[in-house]
């Protein structure tokens, strides 16, 4: 079988109804509309409704992405959906995904890798495609945070996180000189306590003592994920880049996980790229974890910033700490 490259062929998003401000933020926790859009750049973000799952947001969003491919949902071989938290904790929400978009002979099956989940799962699906093992898959991130991670004994993680979902259909490219040109992937478990939910697994089962303490939401180092953050994710993208043998100056857009706006701007600084080189969600969508990196990617190619021949990168890093990088040709 000659060799193959695979490639995103759709991709769609979908936001909950209900915005939330920081003036609602303010109104509830010890912060202010100031406060949050000087830190995190973040004027606004998406709070699911009581009856939405996260299942829900991810079917949205993969529908929207199935009709952009021109793909039916029974086409698919394999389902992966990258989250955090999802409808239940076991089994995995891509089987509520898979039952609710039809897609009935696709394997399906979570990623856990934190905000850099849909990172790792695109890479699932690149390798799925290239092996030829399948033919269409869908990849998904989707989180609602609100209801699982904010803590609202806390001045931050209200205003940081946020719900939403993204997804992409990857298959075979219909040309050698488009689609995934490299990627690089790496974790280092030394900074697993930079961003943890200690609360429900083996180490600290749920009990009284452990939701008093609030173990059951996010518990994180702001200056350890920005040097983290800011060492690492140029580093990788660099590397993606040699390894397709490109430089950043053959960046066409730079699209990132949306943590924090002074974050991405400290990560553009280092590479030297142009707000015009970039595009952003953060403003309006707050983080939504692994949702962000697929949402801020369909809204690019939505207002058409991602054209037939740009040179992509897809970055992310998250808990763990693992971070990654794909170059794509569009």
């Known amino acids: 079988m000659a060799e193959r490259r695979a490639h995103i062929l759709g991709t769609g998003r979908h936001l909950p109804a209900r915005v939330v401000t920081n003036a609602d933020i303010a ?3 010890a912060t202010t509309d100031e406060w949050i859009k000087k830190h995190l750049g973040i004027v606004e973000r998406r709070f699911a409704a009581d009856d939405e799952q996260t299942s829900d947001l991810a079917a949205q969003a993969a529908r929207r992405a199935l009709a952009a491919a021109r793909t039916e949902a029974g086409e698919l071989q394999a389902v992966i959906v990258a989250l955090g938290n999802g409808d239940v904790s076991s089994p995995a929400t891509a ?9 009935s002979g696709a394997v399906a099956f979570d990623v856990r890798a934190a905000c850099a989940g849909f990172t790792v799962a695109l890479d699932l699906a690149k390798d799925m495609i290239e092996s030829g093992a399948k033919e269409r898959v869908l990849v998904i991130g989707a989180d609602i945070a609100s209801r699982t991670k904010v803590d609202w004994r806390d001045r931050t993680t209200p205003a940081i996180f946020a719900d939403g979902a993204g997804a992409a259909v990857v298959g075979p490219s219909p040309s050698r000189e488009r689609g995934f040109l490299s990627a690089r992937l790496c974790s280092d478990g030394r900074g697993k306590d930079v961003v943890v939910m200690r609360g429900g697994g083996s180490l600290s089962p749920f009990s009284a003592e452990t939701l008093a303490r609030g173990e059951q939401f996010v518990q994180m180092d702001g200056k350890g994920v920005w040097e983290w953050a800011t060492r690492e994710l140029p580093a990788v993208i660099r590397a993606a880049l ?4 490109l430089t950043v100056a053959d960046v066409d857009l730079l699209l990132t996980h949306q943590a924090s706006l002074r974050l991405l701007q400290a990560v553009m ?3 030297g790229l142009g707000e015009d080189k970039v595009h952003t969600t953060i403003e309006r969508y707050g983080n939504t974890l692994s949702a962000s990196l697929p949402i801020t990617l369909d809204e690019a190619v939505e207002r058409g910033k991602v054209r037939p021949g740009s040179v992509v990168v897809l970055a992310a890093i998250g808990a763990g700490m693992t971070w990654g990088a794909h170059v794509l040709r569009w």
């Open 27 to 29: 109104a509830r926790v």
């Open 95 to 103: 089987c509520y995904v898979q039952e609710k978009i039809g897609a």
């Open 242 to 245: 040699g390894a397709a043998g």
């Open 269 to 271: 600084a280092e590479l």
